[in-house]
C-alpha cells in the first residue's frame, strides 16, 4: 500500500498540497494512521486522504485495539487552525474510526460529520479457496467462460500471470488497453497516471502488483491488474481489445486473476465501486462512501459551500432510484451522452 500511496503523492497529488500524515501508536506498535494531503482552498486548508478519485479505500486506518486515548491523540493532530474539513474517501459504512475521530476531536464542540452517497463494492469472498467459489458461479457464466478459454486457445491466444522478466511490457499493454478505451475520461490514461502506475509497479514489483495476461503474438489481448497486501487484495483496473469482444476477454482476464489470488492465499478481492459485468463474480459487497469532518469555526462557511455538490449529488441519486427501471436507463444513457460531448 506504501509504494502505491507514495506513487500517488509523486504524480497525482493536488497542485501545491502538503504531505500530512498522522499516526497514532502504543509503545511500539501502530494502532491508527490518517495518511492525507493538506492543500489551500482560499484562506483555509483542506485535509483529504491520499489517494481520493483512485481505486483504492480503507487507506485511513485504525486497529481494533485503538481505544480513546489513541483517537484522541490521532484527532489532535489532524486539524490545524486554518483546517476547513477532514475528507476521508470511501470509508466502508460500518467503519467506526470517523464517529471515533469525530468524538475524540480536540475542543468542546465535535465537528459536523457530512457523507456522500453510498456505493456498492462488490468482493469476492475465497476463504474455501477457487473451486467451491468457482462452482457457486452460475451454469452459464461457467459455460461462457470455458467456452471462451477454448476459443481464445484455438485461436492462438495464451494466458499467464507477469512475472518478473515481463512485468514492465505487461504494465505498457494494460496503459495502452486502457487509453484506447477510456482516453481521456481516465486519470491512469494520462501522462500522471502512466508515470504513477510505472512507479507503483517498480515499488510493489510481481508479487504484490498483480498482473493477468491474455496475449497472442507479443500483443496483448486482455490485462488486468490487482494489487495484493497479506491476504487481501484489490483490482485496480483492466483493459481489452474490443477485436476480440466475441471471446469475453475481460471476463476470461479477471477470472485468471481471481484464479491467482486463491492460488496465493488470499481470502478476499476487492473488485471496487460498480457493478455490471463484477456481478458475475459475486453477490457478496460492501458499502462505501466519503465522510467529512467539518470543524466549527471561521472556515465552516467555505467548508459547507463545498457540499452543495455532494448533497446535490446524493438528491440526484434518490430520485434517479424512485424512477422505475425504463426511466432509469434513459436518464443515465443521456449522462453518457453528456459526457462524451
Not at 460500518?94 to 480536540?106: F, G, I, K, S
Not at 494466458?159 to 505487461?170: L, Q, S, T, V
Not at 446535490?312 to 422505475?324: K, T
Request: positive net charge.
Amino acid at each position: 500500500m506504501s509504494g502505491w500511496l507514495l506513487a500517488w503523492w509523486h504524480h497525482m497529488a493536488p497542485p501545491g498540497g502538503r504531505l500530512h500524515v498522522t499516526t497514532a501508536w502504543r509503545g511500539s506498535r501502530l494502532v491508527a494512521i490518517v495518511p492525507a494531503v493538506s492543500h489551500r482552498r482560499g484562506p483555509f486548508d483542506r485535509l483529504s486522504t491520499m489517494g481520493a478519485g483512485m481505486a483504492v479505500r480503507g487507506v485511513a486506518l485504525a486497529d481494533r485495539a485503538a481505544g480513546p486515548d489513541d483517537l484522541a491523540c490521532l484527532a489532535a493532530c489532524a486539524p490545524g487552525r486554518r483546517t476547513a474539513r477532514l475528507d476521508l474517501a470511501a470509508v466502508q459504512d460500518d467503519d467506526p474510526l470517523p464517529d471515533a475521530l469525530r468524538e475524540a476531536w480536540p475542543g468542546r464542540t465535535q465537528p459536523l460529520r457530512a457523507a456522500g452517497v453510498t456505493e456498492r463494492v462488490p468482493v469476492v469472498r475465497l476463504h474455501r479457496g477457487y473451486t467451491p467459489w468457482w462452482e457457486l458461479r452460475s451454469g452459464a457464466f461457467r459455460q461462457r467462460i470455458a467456452r471462451a478459454e477454448r476459443r481464445l486457445a484455438a485461436d492462438g491466444a495464451e494466458a499467464w500471470m507477469a512475472g518478473p522478466e515481463r512485468h514492465g511490457w505487461a504494465l505498457e499493454e494494460f496503459l495502452r488497453l486502457h487509453a484506447s478505451r477510456w482516453g481521456s475520461r481516465s486519470p491512469l490514461a494520462g501522462d500522471a497516471g502512466r508515470r504513477m502506475m510505472r512507479e507503483a509497479a517498480a515499488s510493489l514489483g510481481p508479487q504484490a502488483m498483480r498482473i493477468h495476461v491474455l496475449a497472442r503474438d507479443n500483443r496483448a489481448i486482455a490485462v488486468h491488474v490487482a494489487v495484493r497486501a497479506g491476504n487481501a487484495a484489490a483490482y485496480w483496473n483492466g483493459g481489452w481489445d474490443p477485436a476480440w469482444a466475441r471471446h469475453s476477454p475481460g471476463l476470461v482476464s479477471l477470472t485468471g486473476l481471481v484464479r491467482d489470488a486463491a492460488a496465493n492465499g488470499v481470502a478476499a478481492v476487492d473488485l471496487g465501486v460498480g457493478s455490471g459485468y463484477k456481478d458475475h463474480f459475486t453477490r457478496d459487497a460492501v458499502g462505501v462512501r466519503d465522510v467529512s469532518l467539518i470543524p466549527w469555526g471561521l472556515a465552516m462557511p467555505a467548508a459547507l459551500a463545498a457540499e452543495l455538490p455532494v448533497v446535490a449529488r446524493a438528491a440526484a441519486g434518490r430520485g434517479l432510484r424512485r424512477l422505475p427501471a425504463g426511466g432509469q436507463a434513459r436518464v443515465r444513457a443521456a449522462r453518457r451522452r453528456l459526457r462524451r460531448r
